[in-house]
């Protein structure tokens, strides 16, 4: 029971703390419609919680616990979409064990709508990750990993655009150069492109052809990189780029209390968010949408 009423006053805290600067009146006019993107990265194959002599993780995390807070978040706005930044695979026995497909499993079941790939989703090779594939009920995507020549040719998409309350919402994912990162072994034939790039490609073609209203990258370059400027993070293509609206990233752990605000090369606003790593947090960002109008949106960090 008092588990159930922390979830219920969670909630209850984030939709009232999201009001922000944001009037009453823009909740209840009929022309605003509001969708909430939650979002996990480096979950690293954690399905259990922390044990309870973990220390400051103690008890903490776990699949069944994320599955219960998401469950409450899309009763109370079904305009939801649950997104994952890559690096599912690796860092308990059930990937040694199950080679991924619990993991899949499990993120299917709590209905993820699309995931990224990360550098550790390689770990059994790109054969084994092909090998996982009909487990996972939900979109890959991968916008700078051209598979052309490799087995995943044709089970990787660029991006994906869901359509929530006639609101058109593209979703685009980026990966972080595996050259020596992973074996070559391991991904063989995969041809990493240049993020900035296809970042540009892939917003011209949301935002002008496809008229999306919102638009999201889902992005495994990490957030930066302070000792190499000119290695491509999150804040790099935030600031070197248009047209996006939140950068749901993932690769260095970065736990953010609340989103980094940036401006793009139009000095526009952009949203940069990730939530640590092993599913400890569940970052909730809630988007009010108005024809005619730039997206307003406010956020929280949910503990799982």
């Known amino acids: 029971m008092k588990r159930r009423n ?31 993107i939650l979002h996990t990265n480096d979950v690293h194959s954690h ?12 008890n903490k995390g776990g699949v069944a616990r994320r599955a219960s807070l998401i469950a409450a978040i899309r009763k109370e706005n079904p ?47 790109i054969e084994g990750l092909y090998k996982q594939l009909p487990h996972a009920k939900f979109e890959f995507l991968s916008a ?15 991006y994906q655009i869901f ?18 990162l992973v074996d070559k072994r391991m991904f063989k034939e995969t041809v990493y492109l240049d993020p900035i790039e296809i970042t540009q490609d892939m917003t011209r073609l ?18 930066e990189y302070k000792n190499f400027p000119k290695k491509v993070s999150d804040l790099t293509i935030a600031k070197r780029t248009k047209d996006i609206d939140l950068i749901i990233g993932g690769h260095t752990h970065t736990f953010l209390p609340k989103p980094t605000i940036e401006k793009n090369s ?25 024809y005619g109008k730039g997206p307003t949106s406010q956020s929280t960090t949910i503990l799982v």
């Open 144 to 158: 700078n990993y051209d598979f052309k020549n490799t087995i995943l040719n044709g089970h990787v998409s660029p």
């Open 47 to 58: 399905i259990d919680p922390f044990g309870p002599n973990d220390g400051r993780n103690a």
């Open 6 to 36: 922390f979830i219920k006053q969670t909630i209850a805290t984030s939709t009232l703390t999201s009001l922000g600067g944001l009037g009453l009146d823009v909740l209840t006019s009929p022309s605003v419609k509001k969708v909430t």
């Open 79 to 125: 305009n939801t979409l649950l997104l994952d930044a890559g690096d599912i695979f690796q860092g308990t026995p059930y990937f040694n064990y199950y080679g991924g497909e619990l993991e899949f499993k499990l993120m299917s079941m709590l209905k993820y709508d699309a995931a990224t790939i990360g550098n550790h989703d390689f770990d059994n090779g």
């Open 206 to 223: 949301l935002k002008d052809d496809k008229k999306c209203d919102l638009i999201i990258c889902l992005s495994h370059l990490g957030y």
């Open 266 to 290: 139009e000095n526009k606003t952009v949203l940069v968010n990730q939530v640590g790593a092993y599913g400890l947090y569940l970052g909730k960002i809630d988007f009010y949408l108005e």
């Open 163 to 180: 359509t929530l309350d006639g609101m058109k919402i593209g979703v685009f994912g980026l990966g972080i150069e595996l050259v020596g």
